[in-house]
Every structure is written in C-alpha cells, then in structure tokens.
C-alpha cells in the first residue's frame, strides 16, 4: 500500500504557474505507474497527466497539453506537477494517484490540493 500527500496548491493569476507535488510513503514509489487528476466544482473527476513505472513515459489530457509537465523523483518519493500558462478552466482540487499492478487501475489517491486560478 503507498500513501499520498500533494502540496503545492494556491491562488495565481491567469498565464501564472504552480507546481504541484505528490509524497508517496514507502520504498516501492519507483514501481507504482503514477497520475494526477482534477475534479473542478459540479464536474467529474477527470484524468491530467500520468507517469509510467515501466519506462517513465508520460500521457496529458489534450487541454493540457503544453502548459502541464509531469515528472518523477524516484529517489525522493515524489510525484511532480509543473503547470504553465495557468487558465481559469483549471480551477479544481488536484489528486495524486497511484496504479496498483494487479487490477492496473488507480486505486491510491491522497487528499487533494485546491488550486484557484483568477482572472
């Protein structure tokens, strides 16, 4: 089982950047294919970026395309977020979440970090 913590979440003007952070617990972070996720106010909660365990390659959701960055430091247990050219549409609360191998779907997500983006 792995634990999550993001942080890194704020209030930032619109074109301003964030980046988000994701502590995982555990020694086996490596091992774990990795996402973030949003969930804005009266909408589902939608896919943003992912990391795999396999060969670090990375996925985006089309309207982030560009602006967001995932990356990994396996060695310091964290997931990362970068986000540019920040828009009002990309208000939400934003998750971390973890693949557990034997169902390969995300099954460990943390808590949420809220970020707001004004106009």
């Known amino acids: 089982q792995v634990q999550l913590v993001e942080s890194g979440g704020g209030l930032v003007q619109a074109g301003g950047s964030l980046r988000l952070s994701c502590a995982a617990s555990?020694?086996?972070?490596?091992?774990?294919?990795m996402g973030w996720f949003r969930q804005a106010p009266g909408k589902e909660r939608e896919f943003v970026a992912s990391?795999?365990?396999?060969?670090?390659?990375?996925d985006y959701a089309d309207s982030v395309k560009g602006r967001f960055t995932i990356s990994r430091d396996n060695a310091k247990n964290t997931l990362y977020l970068q986000m540019n050219s920040l828009k009002p549409e990309d208000t939400a609360v934003y998750y971390c979440?973890?693949?557990?191998?034997?169902?390969?779907?995300?099954?460990?997500w943390g808590q949420g970090t809220q970020v707001t983006v004004s106009s």
């Open positions: 555990g020694r086996t972070f490596s091992s774990y294919t």
């Open positions: 990391s795999s365990r396999n060969d670090g390659s990375t």
């Open positions: 979440a973890a693949v557990l191998l034997s169902t390969s779907q995300y099954a460990y």
